[in-house]
């Protein structure tokens, strides 16, 4: 009988342990859609198109641009998923923050946290999460 309960004792750590791993690397969050918000201080719209193929449009105010996307298999410990993103092409435009600068070939690194519907999601800058944007819709997939 103690046999049974030491093996036991050690297989159900296991067992939760490869179920953990199976829900992080099997239930990856689909970021594919289009997702839009608005900022509440200017009313400002945003839309992100995300595309299987890795791009990307954005649809900042005025300004337009296109771009490439990688986003990480598994969440960094916080639950926030990063996000490369490099722009390949700006057709200028004002965005919300008032900016005309151009931003071909610049590169930026975002964490997207997804709510538990997997049709929100916020935007953050850093991966703790201090400078969030957001709630995002997913207005189609």
């Keep these: 009988m103690r046999k049974r309960a030491r093996l036991l004792l050690l297989t159900v750590p296991a067992l939760l342990a490869a179920g953990a791993c199976a829900s992080a690397f099997g239930r990856q969050?689909?970021?594919?859609?289009?997702?839009?918000?608005?900022?509440?201080?200017?009313?400002?719209?945003e839309q992100y198109v995300y595309r299987q193929d890795g791009t990307l449009s954005v649809r900042r105010g005025e300004e337009q641009t296109e771009?490439?996307?990688?986003?990480?298999?598994?969440?960094?410990?916080?639950g926030r998923y990063r996000v490369t993103?490099?722009?390949?092409?700006?057709?200028?435009?004002?965005d919300c923050n008032g900016s005309v600068e151009d931003s071909t070939g610049g590169q930026s690194t975002v964490y997207v946290l997804f709510g538990q519907s997997q049709e929100t999601m916020i935007q953050c800058g850093s991966p703790t999460g201090a400078d969030c944007t957001g709630l995002m819709r997913r207005t189609a997939r």
């Design 85 to 94: 993103v490099v722009t390949v092409r700006d057709d200028g435009g004002r």
């Design 29 to 45: 969050p689909e970021i594919v859609g289009t997702w839009e918000w608005k900022r509440k201080k200017d009313n400002c719209p």
């Design 67 to 78: 771009n490439t996307y990688r986003m990480s298999w598994a969440p960094e410990p916080n």
